[in-house]
């Protein structure tokens, strides 16, 4: 228990794609919504990705529409984000957290993970 821990970052060049992971057993998985997030240097945390406790209807912020996928398993209490076709914009440390089923961008814990960087590179 505790903070979730994020993984499979790393550095690709343009185009590439990652696969990220997020482990949180810091509360019933399955129950909860949950999202991506990530901060570039110098800006804020933002929503990526969000979806609901059965992964259905996912979310995602416009600039990642039809580049992201987001998928869950709740049976290992994991959390995916499927990143193809990277653009050095999406440059940037990559959070996991449960957030409200109302409204994704609203994050229902304190505890943030180390996250995981994401370097893409032109």
């Known amino acids: 228990q505790g903070q979730p821990v994020e993984s499979g970052g790393g550095l690709v060049q343009a185009g590439g794609s990652l696969n990220l992971s997020c482990v949180a057993t810091?509360?019933?998985?399955?129950?909860?919504?949950m999202g991506w997030f990530r901060q570039a240097p110098g800006k804020e945390r933002e929503l990526v990705a969000g979806?609901?406790?059965?992964?259905?209807?996912?979310h995602y912020t416009d600039s990642v529409k039809g580049r992201f996928t987001i998928t869950r398993d709740n049976a290992k209490s994991t959390l995916y984000l499927q990143m193809n076709n990277l653009k050095p914009e999406d440059t940037a440390v990559y959070y996991c957290?449960?957030?409200?089923?109302?409204?994704?961008?609203?994050?229902?814990?304190?505890?943030w993970g180390q996250g995981t960087q994401v370097t893409v590179s032109s």
């Open positions: 810091d509360r019933v998985f399955g129950n909860w919504a």
């Open positions: 957290n449960f957030v409200r089923s109302g409204d994704y961008s609203i994050p229902d814990s304190d505890e």
């Open positions: 979806v609901t406790w059965s992964g259905r209807t996912p």
